[in-house]
Nanobody, 122 residues
């Protein structure tokens, strides 16, 4: 059974940092890309960052450029999203997802985790 478990969300003040983790199981981690998306009520799901062990594909949103980074620990089947200089507009549910290659399009990803809430106060 494919599982993606996101964690690390919480409440943080503007300018602060959080690190989210996504632990994957049930598939060959090295064969998949892991993307982070965020969801805000009333808005389209937004692709944030993506990293791939299987190819060199990657993706990042302009809105997080220079503030968010993504990394992978293949030995632990875990992908991290380091979020720095957080802004109130970063408030969202953050979800990780797996696909064969990176894409900003959520429909490209067949596997999804349940998400973790990030709230940034002003």
């Amino acid at each position: 059974e494919v599982q993606l478990q996101a964690s690390g969300g919480g409440l943080v003040q503007a300018g602060g940092s959080l690190r989210l983790s996504c632990v994957a199981s049930g598939f060959t981690f090295d064969d998949y890309a892991i993307g982070w998306f965020r969801r805000v009520p009333g808005k389209e799901r937004e692709g944030v960052l993506c990293i791939s062990s299987s190819d060199d594909s990657t993706y990042y949103a302009d809105s997080v450029k220079g503030r968010f980074t993504i990394s992978s620990d293949n030995a632990k089947n875990t992908v991290y999203l380091q979020m720095n200089s957080l802004k109130p507009e970063d408030t969202a549910v953050y979800l990780c997802a797996a696909a064969r290659t990176c894409s900003s399009r959520s429909r490209w990803y067949p596997y999804w985790g349940q998400g973790t809430q990030v709230t940034v106060s002003s």
